[in-house]
C-alpha cells in the first residue's frame, strides 16, 4: 500500500532538516484499494501542514500522533466528497482535523493536554501562560466547567461561527491566526465578535 509523505521533498531534504520535521503520513489508497485523488494531498493537506502539526500537538499532546489524526481526515474526506474537493480543499481538512482531534481525545474530559481557558481570554488575552501547576485540579475543574456553560450557550443560540473561534483557541490557535484561517480581513473582526458576545452573555461576575 503506498504512503504520501508530506513535505513531498522529505526524503530529499538534508538530515538536519528532516531531523526538524514531523512527516505526516497518509495511506494513499482508501480501505477500499482505491487511490485516493492526489488534490486532498496536494491543496488540501500540504497548505496547511503546519497547523495540523499544531493541533496534534495541543489537541491531542503529541505532535508525533499527525500522521494518524490526518490520515483520518483525507480518508473521511475522501469517502464523503470523492475527487471533488472544492473550492478550498485546505479549509475542509482544517474544519475536520479540529473535530476528528477533540474525538481522538474525548477519552479526557477537556483532556489534559489541552490548553484551559480562562474568561481573561475572552476578555482580551489572547492566551493564557502555557505554564501551570499540572497538580491545581481544582482550577483546572473550575475552568473546564465554565468552558462547557460557554459552550452550551453558544449551542443554544446556533452561533456556529463562535464555536469555530473557541475551538480554534482551545487548539492554540491566536486571534490573528484564526482571522487568517477563516478569511477574515482582520484578526480584530472575530475577537472584537467574540468579545462581545461573552459581555452580552455573562456580565462581570456571571462565571
Known amino acids: 500500500m503506498g504512503v504520501v509523505i508530506i513535505p513531498f521533498n522529505y526524503e530529499q ?5 528532516r531531523k526538524a520535521i514531523v512527516p505526516i503520513c497518509i495511506a494513499a489508497v482508501d480501505r477500499h484499494g482505491n487511490p485516493i485523488a492526489r488534490v486532498w494531498f496536494e491543496q488540501g493537506v500540504a497548505p496547511i501542514q503546519d497547523h495540523l502539526r499544531k493541533i496534534a500537538r495541543n489537541q491531542l499532546g503529541d505532535v508525533r500522533r499527525v500522521s494518524e489524526l490526518t490520515e483520518i481526515v483525507v480518508h473521511k474526506l475522501w469517502e464523503r466528497h470523492g475527487p471533488d474537493a472544492g473550492t478550498l480543499p485546505w479549509r475542509r481538512v482544517f474544519i ?3 473535530w476528528e482531534a477533540q474525538k481522538l481525545a474525548a ?7 489541552t490548553e484551559p481557558l480562562g474568561l481573561d481570554t475572552f476578555q482580551g488575552d ?3 501562560d502555557s505554564v501551570r501547576d499540572p497538580t491545581d485540579y481544582g482550577k483546572l ?3 473546564s466547567l465554565m468552558i462547557a456553560v460557554i459552550e452550551r450557550r453558544i449551542d443554544e443560540q446556533q452561533r456556529d461561527d463562535l464555536r469555530q ?8 490557535f491566536t486571534w490573528e491566526e484564526i482571522g487568517d484561517e477563516l478569511g477574515y480581513q482582520t484578526s480584530e473582526t472575530p475577537r472584537k465578535r467574540f468579545e ?12
Not at 473561534?165 to 492554540?172: C, D, E, N, T
Not at 462581545?196 to 462565571?207: C, E, H, T
Request: hydrophobic share 35%.
Open 107 to 113: 477519552g479526557d474530559w477537556y483532556s489534559r493536554h
Open 196 to 207: 462581545r458576545w461573552v459581555k452580552k452573555n455573562f456580565p462581570k461576575g456571571a462565571l
Open 141 to 143: 475543574y473550575e475552568k
Open 126 to 128: 489572547v492566551q493564557e
Open 13 to 17: 531534504l538534508p538530515e538536519p532538516q
Open 96 to 98: 475536520w482535523a479540529m
Open 165 to 172: 473561534y473557541l475551538k480554534m483557541l482551545r487548539a492554540g
